[in-house]
């Protein structure tokens, strides 16, 4: 239930005054993919490079955000949904900060994304799909959480037991199983500059 007894507040200084002083703009880049579809490597490789390039950065990573604020949430589909609309909600505050978020989940429903995307002003939304096979995923799978949802120890493990909807139209497909992860990175990076974020 939503709160009827608040006002929201208008910043004096705006995303935009905040985008002029970083020298670059603002916006979510949304990795998703399967687990072991390399969007937390690519991410962070993402956020270095940036970095170096003096952009103020913050990478959102799924298990990383379920320690803290989505502690209390389960993997049922209704707790992947609010934990989707925790982290687009958290994105956008960062982006309004004039932040480049970086956001690394599986997020596997498309209509949880969509409304992310529907959350942010028009272009802001950058989803970046790390596409690669299920097989290829669980040969890369270090944690064991492939083999052990096979074996029943996890219930609703996404590609096993709950699905992954891939996206339609993302702004990006970054086919992780033949692209090294440099000509992934130097992919991502032409489009922040195709989009003008970065110069």
Known sequence: MKTTNTIYHNATVTREKRNQLNGHKSAVLWFTGLSGSGKSTLAHSIEEVLYKLSCRTFVLDGDNVRHGL?????????????????????????????????????????????????LLPQGEFIEIFCKASLETCESRDVKGLYKRARAGEIKNYTGIDSPYEAPDNPELVIDTESESLEESIAKVMDFLRFKEIIN
């Open 70 to 118: 989505s502690s209390n949430l389960t993997f049922s589909d209704n707790d992947r949904k609010e934990n989707i609309r925790r982290i687009g909600e958290a994105a956008n505050l960062m982006m309004e900060a004039g932040v480049i978020a970086i956001t690394a989940f599986i997020s596997p429903f498309k209509q949880d994304r969509n409304l992310v995307r529907q």
